[in-house]
């Protein structure tokens, strides 16, 4: 597998520290409010990477963190007259509920919260002071980065570029323009923690490259995020663990292009802000997984109300594939399969080579879906209840197993009542002998119980309204 390292800038073969193991580290949400939308693109597709390594074989400790104690947080707390965990537990809620319609914990993940590693935090600290990497200012603690090596390597920015044009934050209490905080000193009605430099909180960079040491290891195989973390807050997370440990941090780092909105970048101020839980009023949270998917990571892909509506239908086609497998097999009396079925079957190892091809191709989930599509289109020409039961069993099993790669085609047919199958029968039947004014009334009458019917190529299909 191939996979571009954003250190590097080039693809490279993939190669994990220990044989047949994985570990991914992504850095997570800052619990303070919803998810919007551009924070639901690395979490779908780095699980989705997750999936893949799980799908060829690999065991993979995957860790999402969550920043519980944070600015946002704080000044959220004080808007509302509550306390800091009390915002942090509301939210870290409301996220592991879009987490669940987006499928990010179908497969085990690890949620560490700074709050819970504050003493690994202080010893990290405390090794860089020794190391005179760090120092005390006022209370503050910062890294030193005249002791960080190649500073700048991640992100490709350049430092005396950056402080002529006041790219960093200016203080008197550091030595050096860039020097960043590890520890903030403690402030009046904020969460504080005893340290042997004073009471404080860490500061945001530290949080991810304690926790990434503490349950992955000093090297870790992958460190994942958004595109716009590379600087400073990768770059910093580079600095302070390759001082703190001895040895390179990642040897991989992915990051994933960002999104617009209408073809414009989203913002509230431009009202084109989407959290993930105002997209679920309209959309099942597997289109909005779908629809992340089907463009390459590393590229911009843009958000619209209309790609969800063609992302939804796409969705529905892949339903569609898979219930007419369910019926027939259902309907079949045929038991086992025959030398000319078998042959069939085989030939289906091309759209499985071609799927295997663009995940193992720096995760190219467009092109994946499009061997998936390719499968369906030949399931929906060649397969019906005509065809053996373990025939189709095996190609239903094939169908799930690759859609389990990127997560979607989970959901569960919902089961409606017999007089309503026997309705969409009887309109059916009206249907082929041309009795159209009988099966506009049923579609009407079916309408009014909540049911809407659609006509494919593959059958009717039915929703609730």
């Known amino acids: ?56 074989g690999l065991k993979v400790k995957f860790v999402v963190n969550f920043t519980d104690i944070d600015d946002k947080i704080i000044n959220k707390a004080k808007d509302e007259g509550v306390t800091v965990s009390d915002i942090s537990e509301r939210y870290i809620k409301e996220f592991k509920k879009d987490a669940k319609g987006l499928h990010l914990y179908d497969y085990e993940t690890l949620n560490p919260r700074a709050t819970e590693h504050i003493n690994e935090i202080i010893a990290f600290i405390k090794t860089l002071i020794d190391k005179k990497a760090a120092y005390v200012s006022n209370g503050d603690v910062y890294f030193d980065i005249s002791y960080a090596k190649d500073y700048g390597k991640l992100s490709k920015k350049n430092i005396e570029d950056l402080i002529s044009g006041h790219r960093v934050d200016i203080n008197d209490n550091k030595k050096n323009p860039m020097d960043f905080a590890l520890w903030k000193n403690k402030k009046e009605g904020e969460p504080f923690w005893e340290a042997p430099w004073g009471e404080g909180r860490p500061g945001w960079h530290i949080e991810c490259s304690v926790m990434a040491k503490t349950l992955i290891g000093d090297n870790i195989d992958i460190h994942t ?83 969800m509506e063609q992302t939804k239908n796409s969705s529905k086609r892949l339903y569609n594939a898979k219930y007419k497998l369910e019926d027939a097999i259902e309907k079949s ?23 295997e091809n663009a995940m193992d191709d720096d995760l190219n989930t467009a092109d994946a879906i499009t061997a998936i599509f390719d499968l369906v289109k030949d399931i929906n020409l060649n397969l019906d209840e005509n065809n053996s039961k373990e025939m189709l069993e095996k190609t239903l099993e094939l169908l799930k197993k690759l859609t389990r790669v990127l997560g979607i085609m989970e959901g569960e047919r919902e089961e409606i009542s017999e007089d309503i199958e026997n309705l969409i029968k009887e309109r059916n039947d009206a249907r082929k002998n041309k009795d159209f004014a009988k099966s506009d009334e049923i579609r009407d009458k079916l309408k009014k119980m909540g049911i809407e019917i659609e006509d494919t190529r593959s059958g009717t299909t039915w929703k609730r309204i």
């Not at 954003?6 to 047949?20: A, C, M, Q, S, W």
Request: charged letters at 30%.
């Open 333 to 355: 009396s045929v038991e086992k399969i025959s030398a000319e079925e078998e042959k069939l079957y085989k030939s289906f190892d091309r759209h499985v080579e071609k799927f």
């Open 225 to 307: 995020g958004g595109e716009d973390l590379q600087f400073p807050h990768h770059e910093n997370e580079i600095a302070q663990s390759e001082t703190c440990n001895g040895v390179p941090f990642a040897n991989y780092w992915l990051h994933n292009g960002m999104i617009t909105v209408d073809n414009e970048k989203m913002s509230k101020s431009k009202g084109n802000f989407f959290t993930v839980r105002e997209i679920a009023e309209e959309f099942d949270l597997e289109v909005l997984r779908f629809f992340l998917l089907t463009t390459q990571y590393r590229s911009p892909i843009n958000f619209s109300r209309e790609v």
């Open 1 to 56: 597998m191939k996979l571009y390292n954003t250190l590097t800038r080039k693809k490279e073969d993939f190669v994990p520290i220990k044989e047949g193991e994985v570990g991914i580290y992504t850095c997570g949400p800052t619990v303070y409010n919803f998810i919007h939308v551009g924070n639901a693109r690395p979490l779908v597709v780095f699980d989705t990477l997750r999936r893949h390594f799980e799908y060829k």
